[in-house]
């Protein structure tokens, strides 16, 4: 007989955040690579090289950008942050100037 299998969630990829430093499934992040010494997003998370993960909130990236936390975790300090960032609103739903992370207070 097989042992009921646990949750997959605890199998499940885990990173860091690096704009909030908070830790969250693979899947729920959006993963970034330098490409040609820009910074862009990697929607198939398949990108070969380093990546450095956000979440898909408006909030952390502009945490990510300020800390210069994105050409640091990617070792890549010549790299140009702003096709990320462009990569970043294009995927946002519209109105994300008020949706921000109702939920979670950042300290
Ligand atoms: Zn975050």
């Known amino acids: 007989m097989l042992a009921a299998r646990v949750d997959s ?3 499940e990829p885990v990173r860091t955040c690096v704009g909030c430093r908070g830790r969250e499934n693979k899947a729920d992040l ?3 690579t330098v490409v040609g010494g820009a910074i862009r ?8 090289g ?3 993960y956000l979440h898909p909130r408006p ?4 945490q990510a950008f300020r800390k210069r936390a994105l050409t640091r975790g990617l070792r890549a300090p010549t790299a140009d ?3 990320a960032s462009e990569d970043l609103r294009r995927l946002t739903p519209e109105g994300d ?5 109702r939920g979670g207070p950042l300290r």
């Open 9 to 11: 969630a605890d199998v």
């Open 59 to 62: 909030s952390c990236w502009d």
């Open 30 to 32: 959006l993963r970034l």
């Open 97 to 101: 100037d008020q949706s921000l992370d």
């Open 41 to 48: 997003v990697d929607q198939a998370q398949r990108r070969p």
């Open 50 to 52: 380093r990546g450095v």
């Open 81 to 83: 942050p702003s096709p």
